[in-house]
């Protein structure tokens, strides 16, 4: 291929008859590819389409959800470039972390607002330093790489690498009550999500927000302070972290060192997978939303389906890369 | 219009702001040096050489991934599969050499998926990357009913292929004089070779290289099937080593490849990886394990110190990097 045509080709690249058709078709990938999947299990298994199923695959995206809202924040205004962008790898860190201050301060006697608190408040604390690094000029990736280790350390510290049984009488609360056949976890995910996302669109944060991850360059000299939103992801992303952990403390009545460890792909996985939800492929609320939904989904079905459990994560990587592919107009060639 | 300034430091602060990985590594070398009577040991060097030399391996791999402007999460992947395919073949009962040789060949498979996935399914490096890794965890607890690890016995084994993973040579033992030649490799790729300078210029600037005329594609294919074998003799060493293959065992140096490659950025001006820089990283984390093994310092607290040193070093470059942008706007 000669230069001329190199040229030619990037020109004329949006023109292109056979993309306009799939660009028009893209937006809706992502919903119907959810849909066509719920119709398939629902064929698959009688279990699958009852109430107390539904409700359950809300309950387990829950934990995965939270934490991800908070990511997805980091990531849309911090810029969704994997390696420059911005990114919390500290937050499974931090989810354990939260559980285990937790349930090391009940254990030890002290009252349930004070432990919560305090759990949070290290946790807040590991958020506000990531966002002073990344401020600073530390690139997210590392800043939150290193946050990470830290604060598993202290995981370590704080739970002596034991598990810590709770007996209380709100977290047993937290783990069985229901409200009109849904799990607390679900409201309390469903309320996070709405908060922030009218904060997000309800006010001017979101559309700024964007502005930041875009081009920040652009963002501060049109006026936005771009150091306090970047700060304040961080801060919001290990706020959603700590209730994530307080979360999966309460669903397993116990603090196991390092609990977060595992979900920190599916929480990555589900914020970058929210672009598929999105008419111009950016991260976003809600499509974060649905996509933890739609990772509980294919783990619930999975099990149903009488799947052995290695099997799983197999065949999420590769239905995940199938629907990444499908919509993946955006070209490495930008 | 402000006027371009130069920024008011001597020489040696601007070098020593530069060279802060460099610098941190010799602090590091020179603390324990002095709380640690046997740190400074020939013995215990050598001992350093050997722990580093699978992170060695794939820092390097991960370094000519990121300086193609992508990322590679299925670095375990490629490891486990090399650590696999060779303890599986001695397991059977086949040779050492070929062993050896279809383990760092089976890299290349999960390389061509990476490659297929990033090239023409044009999937983004880091999803793409993190499909396989799932897909590469699940085929490794299918393989193993779950993940149960397979040990050879030591009657069974090959005395050729356990010297691969324990032999000495020279005073340094096989695996590290084979990280040195891979690094070594790397190094020529990155640094002397045409294929690096046109992955480099991908990495920077994809559009320009595109319209520029560098065979974009093949270019990139070429990166994951080389990073991906040279992870996967890592995990044939690793195999070699433990006479043994444990499923998983791959994913705990993806995390420190990361950091080590992005702590070797700081010797760059434009925040380039580069083969040196990696080298450097990959030593200050295994120096740090080393010596903080010697002191009887709790793992509880090592995570703390590692954690700490990266932000320490990354916070102190970005002073430099601050004044270089800076004359960069003005």
């Given at each position: 291929m000669s230069i001329k045509n190199r040229v030619a080709l990037m020109t004329k690249s949006s023109q292109n008859k056979e993309s306009i058709k799939l660009v028009r078709l893209a937006p809706y990938f992502g919903t119907l590819m959810f849909g066509g999947i719920l119709i398939l299990f629902s064929f698959t298994s009688p279990y699958f389409l009852t109430f107390g199923n539904l409700s359950n695959i809300l309950l387990q995206s829950s934990i995965v959800g939270v934490a991800s809202l908070g990511m997805v924040y980091v990531i849309i205004v911090g810029g969704d470039d994997v390696i420059q962008g911005g990114i919390d790898l500290s937050c499974a860190a931090f989810i354990g972390l939260t559980a285990t201050v937790t349930a090391f301060f009940l254990s030890r006697g002290h009252s349930l607002v004070i432990s919560v608190t305090l759990g949070i408040l290290i946790t807040v604390f590991g958020g506000i330093c990531n966002g002073i690094g990344v401020v600073y000029g530390i690139r997210p990736l590392l800043m939150t790489l290193g946050m990470g280790a830290v604060v598993t350390s202290a995981d370590l510290i704080f739970s002596n690498n034991r598990q810590i049984l709770i007996e209380n009488k709100f977290f047993e609360w937290l783990r069985d009550a229901t409200y009109y056949g849904l799990g607390i976890a679900v409201y309390i995910y469903l309320f996070t999500f709405l908060i922030l996302f009218s904060l997000f669109h309800g006010t001017s944060i979101g559309i700024r927000a964007y502005a930041v991850g875009g081009n920040s360059t652009a963002a501060l000299i049109s006026g936005i302070k771009t150091k306090k939103y970047i700060f304040n992801s961080y801060v919001v992303s290990a706020v959603c972290a700590s209730i994530s952990g307080i979360l999966i403390l309460a669903r397993l009545s116990s603090s196991t060192p390092r609990a977060g460890d595992i979900i920190l792909l599916d929480v990555i996985l589900a914020s970058f997978m929210s672009v598929i939800f999105s008419r111009r492929f950016m991260p976003n609320l809600a499509g974060v939303f649905v996509s933890a939904i739609f990772i509980a989904t294919l783990s619930n079905a999975f099990t149903l389906l009488n799947f052995p459990s290695y099997w799983t994560s197999g065949i999420k990587g590769v239905i995940i890369l199938v629907i990444v592919a499908t919509r993946s107009k955006r070209s490495w060639v930008k | 219009m402000m006027k371009a300034s130069f920024p008011k430091r001597s020489v040696i602060h601007e070098a020593s702001l530069r060279f802060i990985s460099v610098i941190g590594l010799f602090a590091i070398l020179l603390f324990f040096s002095f709380s640690s009577e046997v740190f400074f040991t020939g013995n215990n060097l050598s001992v350093i050489a050997t722990n580093c030399s699978l992170l060695l391996i794939v820092t390097s791999a991960m370094t000519l991934v990121i300086r193609s402007g992508g990322i590679d999460l299925s670095v375990g992947t490629a490891f486990d599969l090399g650590a696999l395919v060779a303890i599986s073949i001695i397991h059977n009962?086949?040779?050492?050499?070929?062993?050896?040789?279809?383990?760092?060949l089976s890299g290349v498979v999960i390389?061509?998926?990476?490659?297929?996935?990033?090239?023409?399914?044009?999937?983004?490096?880091?999803?793409?990357?993190?499909?396989?890794?799932?897909?590469?965890?699940?085929?490794?607890?299918?393989?193993?009913?779950?993940?149960?690890?397979?040990?050879?016995?030591?009657?069974?084994?090959?005395?050729?292929?356990?010297?691969?993973?324990?032999?000495?040579?020279?005073?340094?033992?096989?695996?590290?004089?084979?990280?040195?030649?891979?690094?070594?490799?790397?190094?020529?790729?990155?640094?002397?070779?045409?294929?690096?300078?046109?992955?480099?210029?991908?990495g920077m600037q994809p559009m320009a290289a595109f319209v520029g005329g560098i065979s974009v594609k093949a270019n990139l294919f070429r990166i994951y099937v080389l990073s991906s074998v040279i992870c996967a003799t890592a995990g044939v060493l690793l195999g070699a080593r433990l006479t043994a293959y444990v499923p998983l065992s791959g994913d705990y140096y993806l995390l420190d490849a990361i950091g080590a490659v992005f702590i070797g950025t700081t010797l760059s001006n434009t925040g380039r990886p580069s083969p040196m820089g990696s080298l450097i990283g990959a030593l200050i984390f295994t120096v740090l394990a080393n010596g903080m093994n010697l002191l009887g310092i709790s793992f509880y607290y090592q995570g703390l110190t590692r954690g700490l040193i990266i932000i320490v070093i990354l916070g102190l470059s970005v002073r430099r990097n601050r004044s270089m942008s800076k004359l960069l706007v003005k």
């Open positions: - | 009962g086949g040779n050492t050499q070929n062993a050896i040789i279809l383990g760092i390389g061509l998926l990476n490659g297929f996935l990033i090239v023409y399914l044009k999937i983004s490096p880091f999803l793409a990357t993190l499909g396989t890794l799932y897909i590469g965890v699940s085929v490794q607890r299918i393989l193993t009913h779950g993940g149960d690890p397979i040990y050879l016995k030591p009657s069974d084994t090959p005395s050729l292929f356990v010297s691969f993973g324990r032999g000495q040579f020279l005073g340094l033992s096989i695996p590290a004089w084979i990280s040195l030649l891979l690094f070594a490799l790397v190094f020529v790729i990155l640094e002397r070779l045409t294929f690096g300078r046109e992955v480099t210029a991908f």
